[in-house]
């Protein structure tokens, strides 16, 4: 008698048990992969962003050699640069305006220049102020991109009263600061504001003891309103001394452009938008850190809060470029002293 075996039925399935069990070690999986996907992420966005803070620092420092001294503060948080003023304290635009022609934007900072009909230079200057330039983002904050002008803030593109001026429906915005000081003096000399109005301008604009009257001093910084520092007065070295950083902002009112500290344009002149100081160690992205209530610091009748802390969306720290060029990442610990003493040029520490 001839016995036949059977054969296996192939078209089995997994029982319910063998596939919650799959399912089991493959979530197992995700979970332990996902922190190392995301670490991995993350230092891939740390490192654009620290190149490109050493790309911003470099460009300062070529600024200092051909013209003899860093890039200008500016004027106030409504001026947004004029081709046509120079780059020194004349120059109503900010230190990333001033900037724009050593980091191969120098189009972009010229839009405008030699153009005397006040609405057409205006329409240029409009250009300028909504073209993305990703040098100035952190990929781990945002994309560079225009962000809502949530505040309704209006923009001076000259100091020519002529020139209409703009009040945008979004705009450049960016994620780094210069350093404009320890933050010790009186915060009078740090305080923001548009500061009077174009008439004042024209040609024969305020003389210096005008301006101290008004805000004070200079500070001990590298960048501040109508600065001109130059390379020979950081006398406490320039690997020891802080010369841009990554701002703090609150992210719950980033994309609504209605932060204290993130509502103005990357070009404006003097503001904590694109100014800080080194008061307070640096911090992480956190809600409800608004300047105005975060060190209690304010200046002058008008109760200007003081610039707030530098810091950054990174989990583990700030990045930080020398006056030399190097870049570091600086511990949100950072003894508070030794984060004061780096920010200033020339506290002899």
């Known amino acids: 008698m001839t016995h036949h075996r059977l054969a296996p039925d192939l078209r089995r399935g997994l029982t ?5 069990v799959v399912v089991a070690i493959i979530g197992l999986l995700v979970g332990l992969l996902l922190p190392a996907v995301n670490a991995a992420r993350e230092a891939g966005r740390r490192t654009v962003c620290l190149s490109n803070l050493r790309q911003l620092a470099l460009g300062c420092l070529q600024h200092e050699q051909i013209r003899g001294f ?27 305006y001033n900037l724009l022609p050593h980091i191969e934007q120098a189009d972009l900072h010229a ?23 990703p040098t100035f983002t952190c990929p781990t904050r945002r994309a560079p991109a225009l962000w809502p002008n949530g505040k ?16 945008p429906v979004a705009v450049v915005r960016g994620d780094y600061a210069a350093n404009m000081g320890s933050g ?7 305080r923001s504001g548009a500061a009077y109005s174009p008439a004042s301008f024209v040609d024969a604009w305020i003389t210096d003891a005008q301006w101290q009257s008004a805000f004070g001093p200079p500070t001990d910084g590298m960048i501040f309103r109508r600065s001109m520092v130059r390379l020979r007065e950081v006398t406490d070295g320039t690997s020891r001394t802080y010369l841009l950083g990554e701002k703090y902002v609150d992210p719950t009112l980033l994309a609504a452009g209605t932060s204290d500290d993130d509502d103005h344009c990357l070009y404006s002149g003097h503001e904590r938008d694109v100014l800080r100081v080194g008061l307070e160690p640096p911090c992480q992205d956190h809600a409800r850190g ?35 060029g190097s870049v570091r990442t600086v511990e949100y610990g950072i003894e508070a002293a030794v984060h004061r003493n780096l920010s200033s040029r020339n506290d002899g520490k």
């Open 70 to 96: 860093f890039p200008t503060g500016g004027w106030g948080r409504d001026w947004v640069g004029d081709p046509d003023r120079g780059f020194d304290k004349k120059q109503p635009g900010g230190w990333a």
């Open 16 to 20: 319910l048990v063998e596939l919650l």
């Open 184 to 190: 010790t003096l009186s915060s009078n000399n740090y």
């Open 290 to 324: 608004d300047p105005s209530t975060t060190n209690g610091l304010t200046g002058g009748s008008n109760k200007y809060p003081l610039p707030i802390v530098f810091g950054s969306g990174h989990p583990d720290g700030c990045g930080m470029a020398m006056v030399d």
């Open 152 to 167: 309704n803030n209006t923009y001076l593109v000259t100091a020519t009263p002529a020139t209409p001026s703009w009040r």
């Open 111 to 133: 839009l405008g220049a030699g153009v005397a009909d006040g609405t057409q230079k205006r329409d240029l200057a409009i250009a300028r102020l909504t073209t993305p330039v």
